[in-house]
Nanobody, 112 residues
Framework: QVHIVESGGGLVQPGGSLRLSCTAT????????MSWYRRAPGKERELVGF????????TYAETVNGRFTISRDNDKNAVYLQMNRLKPEDTGVYYC?????WGQGTQVTVSS
């Protein structure tokens, strides 16, 4: 049975940083690319970025490129999303995914 669990969300001021974590079990994690998505209030879910199975490359949405970094630790079945220089428009629920599997999401709120 697949379990994907995100953590690390919270309230942060604009310009601040936050690090999200995701742990996954029930599938071959070290053979899988992993993705982060988010859903802003009133909007469709959008791709934030994804990382290759071996962690050697990552691709980001234009809206976060240069501010967010995805990394992974295959020994821990974990993937991370480091978010810097956060903006109010980064507010939303962040999801970790290895489609078709999804976590429950973690709320990120960027507000002063």
């Amino acid at each position: 049975q697949v379990h994907i669990v995100e953590s690390g969300g919270g309230l942060v001021q604009p310009g601040g940083s936050l690090r999200l974590s995701c742990t996954a079990t029930g599938f071959s994690f070290s053979d899988s690319a992993m993705s982060w998505y988010r859903r802003a209030p009133g909007k469709e879910r959008e791709l934030v970025g994804f990382i290759a199975f071996n962690g050697r490359s990552a691709t980001y949405a234009e809206t976060v490129n240069g501010r967010f970094t995805i990394s992974r630790d295959n020994d821990k079945n974990a993937v991370y999303l480091q978010m810097n220089r956060l903006k109010p428009e980064d507010t939303g629920v962040y999801y970790c995914s290895r489609p078709p599997y999804w976590g429950q999401g973690t709320q990120v709120t960027v507000s002063s």
